[in-house]
């Protein structure tokens, strides 16, 4: 089972500011079966990034992923307000086929 | 669009059996996707649970894979979930969802599930 690993736990900054989260997996992932979500308090997540760096419909070309291999990076080019969350990336794994979460990397306001 | 919607027990006893359905609106449970359930403990990440096709083929988390049963419904257009000898671990928001092409989405609201006495 492969296993996914956010970088950081926590990352504090200024609206404005560049957000470079990052996401490792145990092993190699094919960039088809990585996507980012972000979730709010009370909120379901929301699907932002699948096949490691397209954009779900409707989400703002402020947020952009990339990476392939084991190295993963979800980008928010300049942060909004309601940017300020949690954020999940995701692998599907085909033996077992299962899908598994990292444990997610806490964007808060500095 | 497709929406999706949780419903059942809010508190289950231990050792008890907890059950949830999730209604699909906007869409059918018979199309080629599949759909699953995703737990969240309060304050805590996402753990996959499993997913079921339209023709009954399932996939469970092997780490819960010996107490989850996921079924589908497709007269209704819904699909379950059943966790069998639940602690106050299984204690989590319990949601549904749809997966397809390798990502979850959309996902329902949430219900929260407490295992209490």
């Known amino acids: 089972e492969i296993v996914l690993t956010q970088s950081p736990g926590t990352l504090s900054l200024s609206p404005g500011e560049r957000a470079t989260l990052s996401c490792r997996a145990s092993q190699s992932v094919s960039s088809t079966y990585l996507a980012w979500y972000q979730q709010k308090p009370g909120q379901a997540p929301r699907l932002l990034i699948y096949?490691?760096?397209s954009r779900a419909t409707g989400i703002p070309d402020r947020f952009s992923g990339s990476g392939s291999g084991t190295d993963f990076t979800l980008t928010i080019s300049r942060l909004e307000p309601e940017d300020f969350a949690v954020y999940y990336c995701?692998?599907?794994?085909?033996?077992?086929?299962?899908?598994?979460f990292g444990q997610g990397t806490k964007l808060e306001i500095k | 669009q497709v929406q999706l919607q949780e419903s059942g027990p809010g508190l289950v006893k231990p050792s008890g059996t907890l059950s949830l359905t999730c209604a699909v609106s906007?869409?059918?449970?018979?199309?080629?996707?599949?759909w699953c359930w995703v737990r969240q403990p309060p304050g805590k990440g996402l753990e996959w649970i499993g997913e079921i096709f339209h023709t009954g083929s399932t996939n469970y988390n092997p780490s819960l894979k010996s107490r989850v049963t996921i079924s589908i419904d497709k007269s209704t257009n819904q699909f379950s979930l059943r966790l069998s000898s639940v602690t106050a671990a299984d204690t989590a928001v319990y949601y549904c969802?749809?997966?397809?092409?390798?990502?979850?989405?959309?996902w329902g609201q949430g219900t929260l599930v407490i295992v209490s006495s």
């Open positions: 995701q692998q599907y794994g085909i033996s077992p086929p299962m899908y598994t």
């Open positions: 969802a749809k997966n397809s092409a390798y990502r979850v989405d959309p």
């Open positions: 906007g869409g059918s449970t018979s199309s080629s996707d599949w």
């Open positions: 096949g490691a760096s």
